[in-house]
Structure formats: structure tokens, C-alpha cells
């Protein structure tokens, strides 16, 4: 465990000490700033509306504000997380340090293990800033906090997956490039997987839109956690640090 | 400490270590030579547990590479042909990680650290990124982070390469100085830094091993019969040939370029012959002058090029296209 977090550390310190944490929270925060501002002036606008139109029913901030800025948020996620895998493996396999860490008495896991963590505390720390707007809304109006919790933890879960498949991708090249692109591509395809399910009925278009990282985004910013979500996150991030640990493995015996 | 047996290394195309065994005691320094793409590296690579080999077997203080590589890991130093160093970072910080890493107790990381450095002499610049350091000072951090938790053996791919003559002379110092407590194989395709530092030699040429021999064994192989060079100024070329051999123990005299107003000649003595002192006394009786006589084909230099001269190298690639 030790050596985990000796990696995680490296990792952690390695996007901080270039600028590549400080340009990936600066789009971020430029991006969402602007998505929290477009929500709740929409939100402001449609609620003069409804007074003067005599509605008695206070709008809810949750429904109105909170909810799709998550789903915002979750999309521009699968946009700067293979920014932040892409340089996980194929940066230490170009500059030969992975020949260090590879003779070095850790096992392969710990190695995976400690990237994914440390690629995972840079985007918890890109989503922090998404954090501070949200909890503005708290000094002004009263949001129900949970269903802002459970959006959070998809968020987390669903950076973890993409984190996860885009360590495995960057595994494989020695081009961050590619990595990055290749990265990008799964992301998108898994975004619009869903698709499918809404002009097609049959089992199948079903069990394609199942697969979609979105579908299961979605119940946790209503609110709600649901064990096949939970499960469907567990075990895409699993497949990827699997398939990681098969690829480094292969590093060994492809050459 | 180190054993190799039958080694065999194939990839995808090509055979790069073929069929190879040696052996190296406790606190001996090993010079790996060969031109090239011989198969230095690839051999480094398996006793480092970074490739598996494909046949063979070889082991670190007992522990197999591919059976026990975690035990085997804790054991080497390593230090590949370019440095592993992370540019963001400085020498300590790199250094600490490298200490954690490698699994030294906590406590002990500072001191480690600080040992190292002074030992590689670098500890001037432990607060430098190492993105700003010359070459020179980055093989030493590299050094430093093969020897950090002391190990039993160190293994080190072309530790001198692109260091100007100064700083390899240091370089050299340094792992000499470091034989003592460290079993060592080195890498080079430099002779004389074999000649300077190592005791024992592997030349390897294409994937196999083609000498493994003491340096001073090595000379010796080529002492028994001697060649020797003569070059004589202000004399006929015919006419010193003559002359020469008519000294007694000479098998053949061989003319070959020389400056201008000099001729010069390869002479080859028959077994057990020695011949500079007869050789000089014929020329300056003569009347000629002697610019120059000694001895070649003693260098290692010489030895090593004899060693891994090639009949006609076939590249394995075309024998497969025709």
C-alpha cells in the first residue's frame, strides 16, 4: 500500500509542478463558471415569470439549476479526462522512467494502482472548483443537499471509468497524442451510446445503451443511487486497470 | 552473484542474445563489450528482470529473474542507457522518491539521500530540477538512484556514454570506487574504460558471446607470437625490407602507409621471438633512422576488433525476403 501512494504522490506532483493542472482547472473553471451562469439567470428569468403569472409553487433549484449543471458538468468531464490519462503511461515508456519503475521491487498493481489514484485526485481536484459555484446557490436559496451529494459520486465514479480506460490507452502507445485522441474517441462513443435506445426498442439497442456511461449518470443527479449503476461503474473500472495490468504484462513479453 | 546459463533472447524478428553463459563473483567488476546492437542491452534487460528471457536461465544471488524477479528486484541497482530521471523534479526529491520506492524504511530515506549524493558528488545541486542539469550531472543522479538502497549488485548500461573525456574520467573514478561492496556489470563499447576498470570482460558481437576472459588473460592470448611496428626515415623501402628480414627470429615483414620521407613496415615474429632489440640494432647500423618501434596487437582495442571481425555479416531480415 505504501508504494500505492508513493506512485499516487509522484503522479500528483507531476501535474501540479507543470502547468497542466493549473491550464486543465482554469478551462474547467471557465467552462462550468459559465454554465452555472447561464442556469441560474435562466433561472432567475423563468421565476419572475411565474410570479407575475400569478404561480404559487416556489421553482426548485435542485430540478431547475443543480441537476443540469451536473449533467453539464459530467459532459465536459469526458473532455478533460483524457487530457489528464493520456501522459500516465505513454510519457514514462517514451522518456524509458517506466524501465525504473518496472525494475524497481513493486508489482505491476501497485504501479496501476498508485496512477489511477494520483490521475484521480487531479480530476477531484478540477471538480472541487465546481463545488465552490454550487455551494453559492446555499447562501441564496435552499437546495436539497442530497440528491447534490449523489450527483458529486457519479461524477467521481464516472471520472474514475474514463480515468481508468484512458491509463489502459495510454499504456499502449508511446505517443500521448494517441493516447489522448484514442481516449477522447471511447469517451465520445460511450457518451452517445445511449442514443441508440431512443429510436430502437429492441433487446439489444437496449443492452448498447446499457453499456452508455451517461444512462448511468443520470439517476445519480436525480438523486438516486441504484446498485446497477453502482455495479455498471465498479466494474468498467475494474476492466480497465485489468487491461492495464494485461498491457504493462505484455510490455514484457512483446518488447 | 550473477549466473547466466544459456541464455536466449528472441523477439519478433530477430534473435538478439543467443545461447550465452557467464558468471560474475562478489565484488567483481564485468565489462560488457560489444559493438552496437550486440545485445548489451537485451541481456541487462533479463537480469533486471524487465524482459523475461525466452531460454535459459539466469539468477541474481541465487534468485531466478523470472521466478523470484521481486527478490531479485531488491537486490539490483540499475541504471539504463539514458538516466530513468522525471525532468519536473529535483535531485532530492527524485532521489526520495527512488528511496521510497525502492523500499527503505522511512526513517532512513534522509540520511540515504544525503549519503548518496555527496558519494556522486552532487550534493550541490540537490535542490536543482533536474530538467536543468547537463548531461553529465544526470548519469550521476542516475548513478545515485542505481545505488540508494545498496545494493548487492549493480548493473549499468553505458554509464559513461556522452560524458565529455573529463567527466567520464570522473565517472570511471566513481564505479571504481564503488566495487568494494557492489558486484558490477557495465556496458560500454569503450575498450579502454574496460581496460581501466573492469576485471573481468564479455565480449559479446551479435548475440553471442565470442570471449569471457580476465584482461590481463586476454592480453596474454596474443603475447606468445609478437607483431611489432618499425618505421624508418631517410632509407629505401626495398632496401630496409631486406634488411629486416635478415634478423633473426622474423616470420614476415609487411609494408604499410606511412608518413612522407618514412617508410614502415608490420613485422611478425616467429613463436616465443623478441624482437625490438634486434630490430633496432639492424636499422641503426644501417645508418637509417629509427622514428618509431613498438609492439601492436596487444591493445584490447586490437584484440576485441580480431575477436568480433565478421566474414560477411548477413543481416537475418534479408535472408528472409530472397
Not at chain 1, 198 to 226: M, R, V
Not at chain 2, 237 to 265: D, I, P
Request: contains cysteine; hydrophobic residues 45%; charged residues 20%.
Amino acid at each position: 500500500m505504501r508504494n500505492v501512494f508513493t506512485i499516487c504522490g509522484k503522479e500528483l506532483r507531476a501535474y501540479f509542478t507543470s502547468p497542466v493542472a493549473y491550464l486543465l482547472m482554469g478551462l474547467f473553471g471557465l467552462i462550468f463558471g459559465f454554465f452555472f451562469y447561464s442556469a441560474t439567470a435562466y433561472f432567475v428569468m423563468a421565476g419572475m415569470r411565474a410570479q407575475m403569472s400569478g404561480q404559487a409553487q416556489p421553482m426548485s433549484v435542485n430540478d431547475f439549476v443543480i441537476a443540469p449543471l451536473l449533467g453539464n458538468a459530467s459532459v465536459v468531464g469526458l473532455f478533460l479526462i483524457p487530457l489528464i490519462s493520456m501522459r500516465l503511461f505513454a510519457e514514462e515508456k517514451r522518456s524509458g522512467t517506466i524501465e525504473l519503475l518496472m525494475t524497481s521491487p513493486i508489482s505491476d498493481w501497485e504501479i496501476i494502482l498508485g496512477k489511477w489514484l494520483g490521475a484521480m485526485c487531479m480530476y477531484l481536484s478540477i471538480l472541487a472548483l465546481s463545488a465552490v459555484n454550487v455551494g453559492v446557490l446555499f447562501i441564496w436559496s435552499k437546495p436539497d443537499w442530497r440528491p447534490i451529494l449523489t450527483g458529486f459520486l457519479g461524477l467521481i465514479l464516472q471520472g474514475g471509468t474514463v480515468l481508468a480506460i484512458g491509463g489502459f490507452l495510454s499504456s499502449l502507445t508511446k505517443n500521448q497524442i494517441i493516447a489522448g485522441a484514442s481516449t477522447f474517441t471511447v469517451c465520445l462513443l460511450l457518451w452517445v451510446l445511449s442514443w441508440v435506445s431512443s429510436y430502437n426498442e429492441a433487446p439489444w439497442a437496449q443492452a448498447i445503451a446499457y453499456c452508455s456511461i451517461l444512462t448511468h449518470f443520470e439517476p445519480f443527479s436525480k438523486g438516486i443511487i441504484d446498485t446497477k449503476d453502482l455495479v455498471y461503474y465498479a466494474s468498467a473500472i475494474f476492466l480497465g486497470l485489468f487491461l492495464t495490468a494485461r498491457s504493462l504484462d505484455s510490455m514484457r513479453w512483446r518488447a | 552473484m550473477i549466473k547466466v546459463e544459456g541464455l536466449t533472447k528472441r523477439y519478433a524478428r530477430h534473435v538478439a542474445v543467443r545461447n550465452i553463459s557467464f558468471e560474475a563473483g562478489k565484488g567483481e567488476i564485468v565489462g560488457f563489450l560489444g559493438k552496437n546492437g550486440a545485445g548489451k542491452t537485451t541481456t541487462m534487460r533479463v537480469l533486471t528482470c524487465f524482459l523475461p528471457p525466452t531460454e535459459g536461465k539466469a539468477s541474481i544471488a541465487g534468485f531466478d529473474v523470472v521466478e523470484q524477479s521481486l527478490e531479485v528486484k531488491k537486490r539490483i541497482g540499475y541504471l539504463p542507457e539514458t538516466p530513468p530521471v522525471y525532468p519536473e523534479m529535483d535531485v532530492a526529491s527524485y532521489l526520495t522518491f527512488v528511496a521510497k520506492l525502492k523500499g527503505i524504511p522511512a526513517g532512513e530515506i534522509a540520511a540515504r539521500v544525503d549519503e548518496v549524493c555527496k558519494r556522486t558528488s552532487i550534493d550541490d545541486r540537490k535542490r536543482t530540477l533536474i530538467s536543468k542539469l547537463s548531461k553529465g550531472y544526470r548519469q550521476r543522479v542516475g548513478i545515485a538512484q542505481a545505488i540508494i538502497h545498496n545494493p548487492p549488485v549493480l548493473i549499468l548500461d553505458e554509464p559513461t556514454s556522452g560524458l565529455d573525456p573529463e567527466q567520464q574520467r570522473e565517472a570511471r573514478q566513481l564505479i571504481a570506487s564503488l566495487s568494494g561492496d557492489h558486484t558490477i556489470i557495465l556496458s560500454t563499447h569503450i575498450l579502454s574504460e574496460v581496460e581501466q576498470s573492469c576485471s573481468k570482460v564479455v565480449i559479446i558481437d551479435k548475440g553471442s558471446i565470442v570471449a569471457v576472459d580476465s584482461v590481463a588473460n586476454l592480453h596474454n592470448r596474443k603475447k606468445a607470437a609478437e607483431t611489432v611496428l618499425i618505421e624508418v626515415a631517410g632509407a629505401e623501402s626495398l632496401e630496409v625490407k631486406r634488411r629486416l628480414e635478415q634478423v633473426a627470429g622474423v616470420a614476415s615483414v609487411a609494408s604499410r602507409e606511412s608518413r612522407e620521407g618514412t617508410v614502415a613496415f608490420d613485422v611478425q615474429s616467429l613463436e616465443h621471438y623478441s624482437l625490438r632489440p634486434e630490430l633496432a640494432r639492424a636499422v641503426v647500423q644501417s645508418g637509417w633512422n629509427l622514428t618509431e618501434l613498438r609492439a601492436t596487437g596487444e591493445s584490447l582495442e586490437e584484440i576485441f576488433l580480431e575477436l568480433t571481425k565478421s566474414e560477411e555479416p548477413k543481416p537475418e531480415g534479408e535472408v528472409a525476403t530472397k
